[in-house]
């Protein structure tokens, strides 16, 4: 439609109209022209640049040669950002057309082009919509895959880095959906405070994700270093000087939730972290533990096996092993596999610390879906089905927090685990509780 509107308006221009553009409405300067009005349009300007980060942020879901074909994409995109932003601009240019508080450029532009109650003005207008209807996607494409991430490195909750069955980060994706509605809500749905929140959002991951390629080029100093460094380096100066103008000329109209929200946000991320690697702490094997672990083992039978749910070698797998092993004739323990979990180094690990003794073992499942549980609910109701007539009871090992807040950072997937077996038949369930210091 902008390329219709391109052609339509210059044919316009040349057949009728002529190139002398109509004078804009006279309209009251409220400040003198001058260093700071050029970089507050210059930023303006730049917000058109919004939304390339999406593909920085996606290469992972491009198709091998992924570096490749992102570039070619960005390029692409580029392209057509330019040819928009030249048409729309110049024909307003020519055309005359002014800021309007009722209508849009491009609206107004479409007018004059195509003229009111055409078909092709109201085509403008429903594409217009239905590109920003998909805009909106972006974040929601994006913002799911940038917390799986934060939270594989565990400054989210590790929940936030589940993926439904939908192959999507559906908890991403909802919180998401609230922060959105609260936005909403706070802006009562005034776009100008909204944008400029994301227009902050933005350049400041700009200048940041430039000053970290200064950074890396700095210390890889490879071939060519030198002028990619100089590049990354404009950039990073450029965007930073966006971002300071924007906040100094919009601080008024919602900037400042941004300068007060970011510092929180980062305090939050990096509590998050710390707690973490506390608590982590707490529940991890010590260091000097190399010897191999010796597990209770029975003389008289029982009849029953233990399924014991690890989901990593630590002090709690450990306690449950210890009990399932002095209840049962029979331990199996299942880990189901994740995508960063390494089945050697498992397996290694294993040995060094449990082995497979007299009645133990380790049973390593697939989880092709990316989920964890179905493979184990699947796998227990496997197992009661070849050995009815074998009572079993389900052992999950439960890290007990000593804080409220810690209860969002553990046991989520064992709880929701918990609840898938039970949904799905009667069961016998022991939970070994390893209560952390405080």
Known sequence: MVALLAVFGLQNL??????????????????????????????????????????????????????????????????MLASMFLAVSGLAYLYGVAPDSDRTVLAQVGLR????????????????????????????????????????????????????????????????????????LVCRGDTTVAVNLYALGVFIAFTLSQAGMVVRWWRQRGAGWLGRLAINALGAFTTLVVLLVIVVSKFAEGAWTVVIAIPLLVWLLASIHRRYRRVYAAIALPAEARSRVVLPTRRDPVGNRSIVWIASLSRPSLEALRYAA?????????????????????????????????????????????????????????????????????????????????????????????????????????????????
């Open 113 to 184: 082009v195509f003229g009111e109650g055409s078909l092709l003005f109201w085509a403008l207008q429903i594409t217009t919509l239905l590109i920003l209807t998909l805009a909106a996607n972006t974040a929601f494409a994006g913002f799911p895959r940038l917390a799986a991430m934060l939270a594989q490195d565990r400054f989210l909750p590790r929940q936030m880095g589940w993926i439904g069955d939908r192959l999507v980060f559906q908890n991403g994706i909802a919180v998401l959906l609230a922060a959105t509605a609260l936005i909403i």
């Open 326 to 438: 002095t209840v049962s004739d029979q331990v199996l323990a299942v880990w189901v596999r994740s995508e960063e979990d390494d089945t050697d180094r498992i397996r290694h690990d294993w040995q060094r610390l449990v082995g497979d003794g007299p009645g133990i073992s380790l049973q390593i499942l697939e989880s092709p879906f990316a989920s964890l549980i179905d493979p184990f609910v699947a796998f227990v109701a496997a197992q009661e089905q070849a050995h009815p007539e074998v009572s079993h009871t389900i052992v999950m090992p439960m890290a007990i927090p000593r804080y409220r807040f810690d209860s969002l950072l553990l046991n989520q997937r064992g709880i929701n685990m918990h609840r898938a077996l039970d949904a799905s038949g009667n069961r016998v369930f022991t939970l070994v509780r390893y209560y952390l210091p405080a």
């Open 14 to 79: 040349v057949a009728a109209h002529g190139f002398t553009p109509d004078p804009p409405p006279l309209i009251r300067a409220v400040e003198p022209l001058g260093l700071f009005l050029v970089l507050r349009a210059f930023s303006s300007g730049c917000s058109a640049m919004t939304g390339i980060e999406a593909i920085a942020n996606g290469v992972s879901v491009f198709r091998e040669p992924a570096a490749r074909r992102a570039r070619a994409t960005m390029l692409v995109m580029g392209l």
